[in-house]
């Protein structure tokens, strides 16, 4: 569904990604992890047409989008979702909502659909659907569910989640997972996720890749990833054990049935 290769994004004499290559299956959940500053927001702004690629290509369903404007990527499928929310805060959940699938439409839709659109992302995220409801009763989790339901609206068949976690706690991050997987198991979504708290990330992805200093350094199955000698040493560190010993839980859950 999607083909990075040799890509390449340098900022003036810094290079942010550095000839990276991946490739995503449909129905994918695609964990991507590195430490802070390795280029996994830049990989995204590149992918989702916020910057061009100085080098390489980006193809989603054998089409090159490389350098193609974010709403022309977005028409095409590609949807993501920003670190920091920021709605229209003077436009109603709904509205919102129903502006996001305009956007994702290129104004093709009339005002029915976009409502129809609208409903579903919210019933589906979780949201309030009732035109009266503000973005302003939003608390951290609340807005984490809009900028979802916004990505959600453009139809989207692959979804670039950018470290959707921050500021949650404990409960809404578990919930914030379920609902990753839940819009891949029902609605047939990709998702490309970005996280910094790996217990909960390595709950829904099936499979990895890991960054360092813009470089692809592993790839694979969490398992393996995780154990992986190099990427313990740039970026899980101490946290290694602790990620193992839930992988190795999730294993006999699994076999247990
Ligand atoms: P991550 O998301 O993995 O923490 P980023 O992709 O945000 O990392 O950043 C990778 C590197 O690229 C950092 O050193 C960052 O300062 C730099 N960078 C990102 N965007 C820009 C930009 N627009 N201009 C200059 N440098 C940038
Ligand atoms: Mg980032």
Not at 173 to 184: F, P, S, T, V, Y
Request: net charge negative; glycine share 12%.
């Amino acid at each position: 569904m999607l083909s990075v290769k040799e890509l390449t994004r340098r900022f003036g004499g810094f290079t942010a990604v550095n000839a990276l290559s991946f490739e995503l299956e449909k129905g994918e959940i695609l964990g991507l992890i590195g430490p802070n500053g390795s280029g996994k927001s830049t990989t995204f702004n590149v992918i989702a047409g916020l910057y061009a690629p100085s080098a390489g290509s980006v193809q989603l369903d054998g089409r090159e989008i490389g350098g193609l404007p974010p709403y022309r990527i977005c028409q095409l499928g590609l949807a993501r979702t920003f670190q920091i929310p920021r709605p229209f805060r003077k436009l109603t959940i709904l509205e919102n909502t129903v502006l996001a699938a305009h956007y994702g439409a290129g104004g093709q839709i009339g005002r029915a659909e976009a409502e129809r659109r609208a409903h579903d992302a919210l019933e589906l995220i979780g949201l309030p659907r009732d035109p009266g409801a503000s973005v302003e009763g939003l608390g951290a989790a609340g807005l984490k569910k809009l900028e979802m339901a916004r990505a959600l609206a453009t139809q989207p068949k692959l979804l670039l989640a950018d470290e959707s976690l921050g500021g949650l706690d404990e409960a809404e991050m578990n919930q914030a997972a379920e609902m990753l997987e839940r819009i891949r198991n029902e609605r047939g979504i990709s998702i490309i996720w970005v996280e910094h708290i790996m217990g909960v990330l390595m709950k829904v992805i099936d499979r990895c890749i890991v960054l360092d200093h813009g470089e692809l350094i592993a790839e694979g199955a969490p398992a393996e990833v995780t154990r992986d000698p190099r990427v313990i040493e740039v970026y899980l560190g101490s946290d290694a054990e602790a990620v193992h010993r839930q992988l190795d839980r999730q294993q006999s859950a699994a076999e247990a049935g």
